[in-house]
């Protein structure tokens, strides 16, 4: 980034200064410390579960659909992914749960 003339050193840092500090009081008013930040209401938390598991399906399911195309197999690609996109989004309901369900209890003792 060029300096112009009213720029200085200084002048950046100050304002490199500024910005972390309304981070930090802005992360403080939010009450998250980083990351992903866990739904607020019930409707939240099934949205989210529910993309988890269909992200995981529908990936799935488009690779072996590719690869049937791709090999001729019908359907044995689609049937494979389609299981092995099951399992992994299962997985990740299962990991997000235990993610919310650690956040929640943090909330509650902190």
Same mark, same amino acid.
């Given at each position: /980034?060029? /300096?112009?003339e009213?720029?200085?050193?200084?002048?950046?840092?100050?304002f490199? +200064?500024? !910005?972390q500090?309304?981070?930090? +009081?802005v992360?403080?008013?939010?009450?998250? #410390?980083?990351?992903?930040?866990?739904?607020?209401?019930?409707?939240?938390? %099934?949205?989210?579960l529910? %993309?988890? !598991? #269909?992200a @995981? !399906?529908?990936?799935?399911g488009?690779? &072996?659909? @590719?690869?049937?195309?791709w !090999?001729?197999?019908n359907p =044995?690609? =689609?049937?494979?992914?389609? =299981?092995?996109?099951? @399992?992994? &989004? $299962?997985?990740? #309901? $299962?990991?997000?749960? /235990?993610?919310?369900?650690?956040?929640?209890?943090?909330? +509650?003792?902190g």
């Amino acid at each position: /980034m060029p /300096m112009t003339e009213g720029d200085s050193p200084s002048k950046r840092k100050s304002f490199a +200064e500024r !910005l972390q500090a309304l981070r930090s +009081e802005v992360k403080q008013a939010d009450g998250r #410390v980083g990351g992903r930040g866990t739904p607020q209401t019930p409707a939240g938390w %099934v949205f989210r579960l529910s %993309v988890e !598991l #269909v992200a @995981g !399906l529908v990936v799935g399911g488009v690779i &072996g659909w @590719g690869l049937d195309r791709w !090999l001729g197999t019908n359907p =044995l690609m =689609l049937i494979v992914f389609f =299981l092995l996109g099951a @399992g992994a &989004g $299962i997985y990740n #309901v $299962i990991r997000t749960a /235990m993610e919310m369900n650690r956040a929640a209890q943090d909330g +509650e003792d902190g």
